[in-house]
């Protein structure tokens, strides 16, 4: 099992960059592929942006290509969310997921992931 703890959200102004982070507790860290999902009020969650076990692999969703770009260390348990750009659409509670996986697939979907943490909010003033 995995704890999942995001930190790095915040109130930013349309245009500005924010950085999350997400701890993960266990040694077994490089056996999960990782994803950044969103929920804005009232909408469903969304994928984000995901990265394979090994950190190999990135996969992005449309909305967020070359703006956003997701990292691990996976000596240090963390993953990241490098948010730039950023626009009043971002505005969303963000959440960091885990998925076990054995291969350098990455999931899009909430359902493949076991793990989430708690979320942080983001909220891009206009």
């Known amino acids: 099992q995995v704890q999942l703890v995001e930190s790095g959200g915040g109130l930013v102004q349309a245009g500005g960059s924010l950085r999350l982070s997400c701890a993960a507790s266990g040694r077994t860290f490089n056996f999960y592929a990782m994803g950044w999902f969103r929920q804005a009020l009232g909408k469903e969650r969304e994928f984000v942006a995901g990265i394979s076990k090994s950190g190999g692999g990135t996969l992005y969703a449309d909305s967020v290509k070359a703006r956003f770009y997701i990292s691990r260390d996976n000596a240090k348990n963390t993953v990241f969310l490098q948010m730039n750009s950023l626009k009043p659409e971002d505005t969303a509670v963000y959440y960091c997921?885990?998925?076990?996986?054995?291969?350098?697939?990455?999931?899009?979907?909430?359902?493949?992931?076991?793990?989430w943490g708690q979320g942080t909010q983001v909220t891009v003033s206009s």
């Open positions: 997921a885990a998925d076990v996986r054995i291969d350098e697939r990455i999931g899009v979907s909430s359902v493949g992931y076991s793990y």
